[in-house]
Each structure stands twice: as structure tokens, then as C-alpha cells.
């Protein structure tokens, strides 16, 4: 079979196709861009890092976490990772097969008692469970984003596949509470805001990819490997986008390089991990930019087969399926050198593995990376 084309969408006619326009990105964007239903996928991820060591993960899904075939079927899921390590997860779930209903305008998203909404420029987040209560307010400081339409074609024409991506806040101040066991605490500290959509199984596009977000002194870093599916090649479709106090230096993935070291076979996954990720952004000789993830430990890893009926995961491992997925938190280092000057920072960020294949070694653009000994 010959290799079919993956790219990200840049051409002129994909901002007319898409109604967005070149380098101004629209609160509109975050609104639901699929009915929700069977073959679709949708979801609206937060994260915060706050000042006591807290993190928290809160995520609204249109179905049952990744489970594109499934029904309808409105997910919040709620990870707390406390600074000593301790993790706490709770999931408020809507009926089942009952769409999120779409607001028409920017984000509003309410599933149950739990909502995350775009208000006068801010996201405001709500969970409740009844034994849980997460409360807060996203204030972004750097401009929402997209790489250029957000929107990567897997295939051409009528029969390409499409994956969108919109980053609403790609840091904000986050202010807020935490009650549990009936014990408030308040909170203050940095976040994050994004938001993904489709309408086929991730599994048919790509094959895996780590996706990483950290503010880093004054800088927010935003960088991705992406590999597709091996009848798109396992073309590297990368994502690079760093700011500095609000402001965008660079965002030109056409010149990012990619490194990875340190790789090894996980022990939950039983598939390849790689320690250590570097993106090098050299711009002119003048200036550079690269960012190195560390990983220290994971926070959640977790089989996707786990959210599927008991009959489609029996089926699923018969098949050698082992979709897997994979938090991670570690150190992440900022090199910038811009007119003879160097600065480099690091502090903690969260990146994660997303692994749909079952290869326990990377092929990218038809080179084989071998697992170290």
C-alpha cells in the first residue's frame, strides 16, 4: 500500500474550509465541535501546578474518556496529586447517551454539577462529586493558540481524517479551592487549558506522541512529538510554541529538531519510554531556544482498553491491541540564547506519552530507534 499523507493544515484554502482566520485565534474555537456521538472523540483539559505543591487535573469528555465507538456519554474526571505523591481521582459521569449540549458561542461545557465556562475572559472550573469539591478561576496571561489552523489531515481529500487542537490559555494565574473530607484549602498557583476533537479512533491517525506543557520562570513552553500511523509513514508532525511574559518568541515548527535519550521499556505499558526529550528551535545564529523533559516519575499511567465494555477488551487484547497512556512529571529545562545572551531555567512541567500502537520500539519516518540495553 502506498504511504498517503499526514500534515498539519496551513494551506490558505484550510482557514476558508475551516471559518478561522491566520494567526488570530477565537474564544469561538473553544466552543463543541462534534455531536458527541458514536466515531467521535472530544474533551477539555485543565491542569494546575499551585504553590503548596498541589497538582490538579480536571478533564470534561463528551464520551466515556477515549472510547470513540461508544455512545454518547458526559465524563468529568478529576486527578489531584498531592506534593508528597499521593494521588486522589474521582468521575462524575452524565446518562449515558445523552450528548453534552453544545453552547453555540464560547466554551460552556456542564456535565452534571461540574462545568468549566469562558466568562469576561476567564475559564471558571467546577467539580463536585459530593465527597469532593474543586473550585477555580483560570485568568490567562499568554494569548490563546493554535499551530496555524490547529487541524492536522491524515490522508487527502473527502477521505482525510482530521484531528483539531485549540489552546485556549497556554498559561494562566489559577486561583481557587479544594475541599475534602470536608477540609478547605485554598490555592493559588500557574495552569493550562486545552482542547481536542475528532471524528475517528486516535489509533487510525497516529501511532503515539509525547505532548508537553511547563511555565519555566518567565517562559511558557508548549512542544510535541507526533508520530503517525504507519500507513501515513510515521511521519513526525512536530509542535513548538515558546512565550515570554505574554508574548510569543516562536511557534515555527518547520525548523523544530527533536532528540530523545534515555529509552527504555516501561513497566506498565511493556512499550518503549524515552527520559529524555530535547527540542532544539534554532531561528538564526542569533537565537535558540531548547527545551529538555526529564522525567522524574508517572502519575497515572493507564490502559485505554479500560474504558471499552468487557467483550470489545477481550477482543481488543485478542488482536494484540495495547492502547496506553501515560502522565508524567519531571523536570523541564529552558535554554534560550538570543543576541550573545544565555539564560536557563528549570523547574517542574507535566508532559505525557499517548501510545496507541503496540510496537515496544519507535519507527520514525522509516528509522527504527532501537530500546537501550
Known amino acids: 500500500m502506498a504511504t498517503q499523507a499526514a500534515r498539519l493544515c496551513t494551506r490558505d484554502e484550510d482557514y476558508r474550509k475551516y471559518g478561522i482566520e491566520k494567526g488570530n485565534p477565537q474564544p469561538f474555537e473553544d466552543d463543541m465541535h462534534t455531536p458527541g456521538g458514536k466515531g467521535t472523540f472530544e474533551w477539555w483539559y485543565t491542569d494546575a501546578n499551585f504553590d503548596d505543591g498541589t497538582t490538579v487535573v480536571a478533564i470534561w469528555f463528551t464520551k466515556n474518556y477515549f472510547d470513540v465507538p461508544g455512545p454518547a456519554w458526559p465524563t468529568v474526571d478529576l486527578e489531584i496529586t ?14 449515558k447517551g445523552t450528548p453534552v449540549k453544545k453552547a453555540g458561542g464560547p466554551c460552556d461545557v456542564q456535565i452534571e454539577n461540574c462545568h468549566i465556562k469562558y466568562v469576561d475572559g476567564k475559564y471558571q472550573l467546577y467539580f463536585n462529586d459530593g465527597k469532593i469539591i474543586y473550585e477555580a478561576t483560570m485568568t490567562p496571561t499568554t494569548p490563546m493558540w493554535r499551530p496555524d489552523t ?39 498557583g500557574k495552569g493550562y487549558h486545552d482542547h481536542n476533537w475528532g471524528y475517528t479512533g486516535l489509533e487510525n491517525m497516529m501511532n503515539h506522541w509525547y505532548w508537553g506543557r511547563a511555565k519555566v520562570g518567565d517562559y511558557t513552553v508548549i512542544a510535541c512529538d507526533i508520530i503517525a500511523e504507519e500507513k501515513y509513514g510515521n511521519k513526525r508532525l512536530p509542535v513548538f510554541f515558546i512565550a515570554k511574559d505574554g508574548k510569543i518568541l516562536n511557534d515555527d515548527a518547520s525548523i523544530t529538531k527533536i532528540e530523545r535519550a534515555n529509552t527504555h521499556i516501561n513497566d506498565f505499558t511493556k512499550k518503549f519510554m524515552d527520559d529524555t526529550l530535547v527540542y532544539t528551535q534554532t531561528v538564526s545564529p542569533d537565537e535558540e531556544y531548547i527545551i529538555t523533559f526529564e522525567r522524574k516519575r508517572d502519575i497515572m499511567p493507564r490502559s485505554l482498553l479500560e474504558v471499552v465494555t468487557p467483550i470489545k477488551r477481550f477482543l481488543g487484547k485478542l488482536v494484540g491491541m495495547n492502547p496506553t497512556y501515560m502522565r508524567v512529571m519531571g523536570d523541564v529545562t529552558v535554554d534560550v540564547r538570543r543576541n550573545g545572551e544565555q539564560e536557563k531555567i528549570t523547574e517542574t512541567g507535566l508532559w505525557e506519552q499517548y501510545f496507541l500502537g503496540n510496537n515496544k520500539e519507535a519507527t520514525i519516518e522509516g528509522v527504527r530507534y532501537p530500546v537501550e540495553a
Open 82 to 95: 498531592e506534593k508528597d505523591g499521593t494521588r486522589i481521582n474521582h468521575v462524575v459521569r452524565g446518562p
Open 150 to 188: 490547529g487541524i492536522w489531515n491524515f490522508g487527502e481529500g473527502a477521505e482525510a481524517l482530521e484531528y483539531g487542537w485549540f489552546v485556549a490559555a497556554p498559561t494562566a494565574d489559577v486561583e481557587g479551592r479544594l475541599v475534602i473530607d470536608g477540609k478547605e484549602r485554598k490555592l493559588k
